[in-house]
């Protein structure tokens, strides 16, 4: 069974910073490609970014120029950089993938629990 486990939100101020991590662990044969969702309070889970094996990357226009994805393929992790954070960034951020169990098996998703990011002053 595999796990996805995010960390690093927290309550931050207008205007400032956090770094995401999400690591999986588990039965992992390889993984494809991994983003990040959120859900704000009353909204459906959007899309934030995601990032291929060859680190190819998309963005929500939202957070485009202020968030910054990465992976590290050998810890079979990925992250997010959140810059200059607004009030609207406030949700619950997870973390997802697509992976492979064992060789030449299917590739599945999996969701992380999430993490919880506020931006208030």
């Known amino acids: 069974q595999v796990q996805l486990v995010e960390s690093g939100g927290g309550l931050v101020q207008p205007g400032g910073s956090l770094r995401l991590s999400c690591a999986a662990s588990?039965?992992?044969?390889?993984?494809?490609?991994m983003g990040w969702y959120r859900q704000a309070p009353g909204k459906e889970r959007e899309l934030v970014a995601t990032?291929?094996?060859?680190?190819?990357?998309n963005y929500a226009d939202s957070v485009k120029g202020r968030f910054t994805i990465s992976r590290d393929n050998a810890e079979n992790a990925v992250y997010l950089q959140m810059n200059s954070l607004k009030p609207e960034d406030t949700a619950v951020y997870y973390c997802?993938?697509?992976?492979?169990?064992?060789?030449?098996?299917?590739?599945?998703?999996?969701w992380g629990q999430g993490t919880l990011v506020t931006v208030s002053s």
């Open positions: 997802t993938a697509e992976y492979q169990p064992y060789a030449f098996s299917a590739y599945r998703g999996v």
């Open positions: 588990g039965s992992i044969n390889s993984i494809n490609a």
């Open positions: 990032i291929t094996t060859s680190d190819s990357t």
